[in-house]
């Protein structure tokens, strides 16, 4: 039985319909100190996959009510799908006294589940953390699919970490280059980047990422784009899109951003359930 947290409604929804399995009813309540509950109240199955992307610290509380609530109804098997994996970018202590906090996420959501999948975490060694098999999975290649048909196209990671991922949607797209630029990180939205070396003049540019969050990122490349590109694209997996991300893309004159539903946003235009249903089978 598929159940669902508030974040990850259509998520859950299209992988209930691709595992044909059916969809639990959730309940919720808000106490008048903050507290909230969530139950399942007619969860009725051997195993629960729970959705769960874990944007913030209340769905990271929800994500252990949801294992707790399929536990004490029976489940035998709890299944812990994170699609978007919050705290994953904290992966290691940047300055003494530092907590790992994704370390100490993945610890408390290992304590209720036998498993756990999460996709395209920030680092794939992410799965280190979790004191129960974790299975990370990439959904990047479904994000050419709503592209247009493209002019002569470049696809460019905004660093170097994210040249896999560009790789990624240019092969599923089919034709093209790959390109990234160098990013300097001087605090979380002070970024620098030196620019790219493919000629994009008249060149359809099709940017890929990991996370949109403060949107920093992509709009320093777009910066460095927009004088010579034909038109720009925008796709990452995790659009979170903090604060004025998504309106300082469209500023920037960025013709569409495309995610995927590891966070549900009016731009997550594709689903990662299909690639989720395959790591659960
Ligand atoms: C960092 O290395 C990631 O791949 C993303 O580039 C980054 O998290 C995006 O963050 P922002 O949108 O705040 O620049």
Do not use: W
């Amino acid at each position: 039985m598929i159940v669902s947290a508030s974040t990850s409604q259509s998520l859950a929804s299209a992988l209930a319909a691709t595992l044909d399995e059916p969809l639990a009813a959730t309940e919720y309540e808000k106490f008048p100190d903050g507290e909230f509950r969530v139950s399942i109240p007619e969860f009725d199955a051997e195993r629960a996959v729970v959705v769960c992307a874990t944007t913030t610290a209340e769905a990271h509380i929800e994500a252990l009510q949801l294992q707790d609530a399929a536990r004490e109804a029976g489940a035998s098997e709890v299944v812990t799908v994170v699609p978007y994996l919050g705290y994953a970018r904290q992966d290691r202590a940047f300055e003494s006294g530092e907590p790992v906090s994704a370390r100490a996420v993945a610890r408390a959501l290992s304590t209720g589940t036998d498993r756990v999948l999460t996709v395209n975490p920030h680092e794939d060694s992410v799965d280190a953390f979790f004191d129960v098999p974790c299975t990370t999975i990439d959904a990047a290649g479904r994000l050419a699919e709503p592209l247009p048909d493209l002019e002569n196209p470049v696809f460019i990671a905004p660093d170097a970490g994210a040249i896999d991922l560009a790789d990624t949607v240019k092969t599923a797209y089919g034709t093209g280059e790959t390109d990234h630029f160098e990013k300097t990180r001087h605090s979380s939205t002070d970024i620098e980047l030196q620019p790219h070396e493919a000629d994009v003049t008249g060149r359809d540019a099709v940017l890929v990422d990991d996370i949109i969050a403060t949107g920093s990122t992509m709009a320093g490349a777009v910066s460095h784009l927009s004088d010579d590109a034909n038109r720009m694209f925008v796709t990452c997996v995790h659009p979170v899109f903090a604060g004025t991300a998504r309106t300082r893309l469209a500023r920037a004159g960025v013709e569409a951003v495309y995610g995927t539903d590891t966070v549900e946003r009016a731009e997550s235009a594709v689903s990662a359930a299909p690639a989720v249903a395959d790591a659960l089978d």
